[in-house]
């Protein structure tokens, strides 16, 4: 027999699994799963499928009806109490006659956060924070790193042989790890708004990027490249599964645009081609996380200029040497190991035959990223 605080965090897991449903769908609103108890037993359950859609709380009213009356609501994000796309949770639950609101995490927005809380205990019902806490902000690291630091969240991701590179000498890089990561990193697009990578990766591995899973969510595939000195033929340009985007500067190469306009891929010119102008432009497009899977030159710039947040580095027990090789990170002008970015709430997990490693850049104070030139 479960107690009380068990029945509330599995409760509470129920919610981070609701909200999963939507991964990669909700942009820019968060992932919010909720459950409605009465008596011990769920009569309603429901999360956010996407922004403009009702929110989670929502749903699982619906789902429960008259039984929400006296019943406690789990729900992974505490309930909103303003007026966007949707009238306030806060209000519906009021409305409902729930008893008891069991949240998993303050709403990070810090003009907003602890209303929906405050509404709810000045209406007289019983509010309990934090349960689950740690997974509902891990769920949500980049709707939260969205309100703090008005950029989207960047994930860089690699995978190295390991003796530290990314491809062999000639660029050739298909494949170091082994099936069983590879689609570990398709889920993870699945979750992303969109993946960017660089002209010489496009030239040199003709990626496809999907999630190559057909229910699953295909972000947005993004090139960076400057020259647009760029093939004709690409599975990048086959846009019936998922949409592209070139970014590249003012000017470049026109014909090439049209070209790429005329087979549905987006262009779009920017003043200056840099990941933090490139982010800035994801932010405004409403994105919450955005998965860079470069090669080094980029990498190394995107880290530099504060575009990434989290590593995962894909380790593989292969050895392919190369003086000059590529390796996942490029120059990010350090001389000594003292200067090293050390990452910081490090996990380690063998994923098949290879180990993944994710780790979080050390975070700059919010006001910095706003400086940054790019
Ligand atoms: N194993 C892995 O996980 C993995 C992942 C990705 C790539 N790779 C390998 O990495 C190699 C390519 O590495 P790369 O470092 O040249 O990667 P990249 O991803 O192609 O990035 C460099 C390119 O990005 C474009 N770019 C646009 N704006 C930029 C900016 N502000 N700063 C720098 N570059 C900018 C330029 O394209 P233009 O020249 O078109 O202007 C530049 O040549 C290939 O061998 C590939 O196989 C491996
Ligand atoms: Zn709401």
């Given at each position: 027999m479960m107690n009380s605080q068990e029945f509330d965090r599995a409760m509470m897991c129920r919610c981070l699994e609701l909200a999963r449903k939507a991964l990669g769908r909700t942009a820019p609103n968060p992932l919010v799963g909720a459950v409605i108890v009465k008596d011990g037993q769920i009569v309603g359950e429901g999360y956010h499928p996407a922004a403009g859609q009702p929110h989670a709380e929502v749903f699982a009213l619906r789902e429960a009806g008259e039984k929400a009356r006296g019943a406690t609501i789990y729900v992974s994000l505490e309930p909103c109490n303003h007026y966007g796309r949707t009238p306030p949770c806060s209000e519906a639950l009021v409305a409902a006659g729930v008893a008891k609101v069991v949240v998993g995490m303050v709403d990070p927005?810090?003009?907003?956060?602890?209303g929906g809380i405050a509404r709810l205990r000045a209406a007289g019902i019983e509010v309990v924070v934090g349960v689950e806490e740690e997974a509902c902000q891990k769920l949500n690291e980049a709707f939260v790193h969205r309100i703090l630091y008005r950029r989207p969240f960047g994930i860089l991701k690699y995978a190295m042989t390991?003796?530290?590179?990314?491809?062999?000498?000639?660029?050739?890089?298909?494949?170091?790890?082994s099936l069983d990561a590879r689609s570990e990193v398709h889920q993870l697009r699945a979750s992303c708004d969109a993946i960017v990578i660089g002209g010489n990766t496009l030239r040199l591995d003709n990626p496809h990027l999907t999630s190559h899973q057909t229910e699953a969510h295909n972000p947005l595939r993004v090139v960076m490249s400057r020259t647009l000195d760029l093939p004709e033929t690409a599975f990048l340009w086959e846009t019936t599964e998922a949409p592209t985007l070139v970014l590249t500067e003012k000017g470049a190469n026109p014909k090439f645009q049209e070209y790429l306009s005329k087979r549905g891929v987006m262009v779009e010119e920017l003043v200056s081609l840099t990941p933090e102008r490139a982010m800035a432009y994801f932010y405004d497009k409403g994105f919450l996380s955005v998965l860079w899977e470069c090669g080094g030159i980029l990498a190394a710039s995107a880290i530099a200029q504060g575009a990434v947040q989290k590593i995962l580095a894909f380790i593989a027990p292969k050895i392919v040497g190369g003086k000059i090789a590529p390796t996942?990170?490029?120059?990010?002008?350090?001389?000594?190991?003292?200067?090293a970015l050390t990452l910081e709430r490090v996990t380690w997990r063998v994923i098949g035959t290879d180990c993944l490693m994710e780790g979080y850049l050390p975070t700059p104070p919010s006001d910095l990223c706003q400086k940054n030139p790019g």
């Open positions: 927005n810090p003009l907003v956060g602890g390991v003796d530290g590179k990314i491809a062999a000498t000639g660029g050739h890089s298909a494949w170091i790890t996942p990170v490029g120059d990010l002008g350090f001389t000594t190991m003292t200067e």
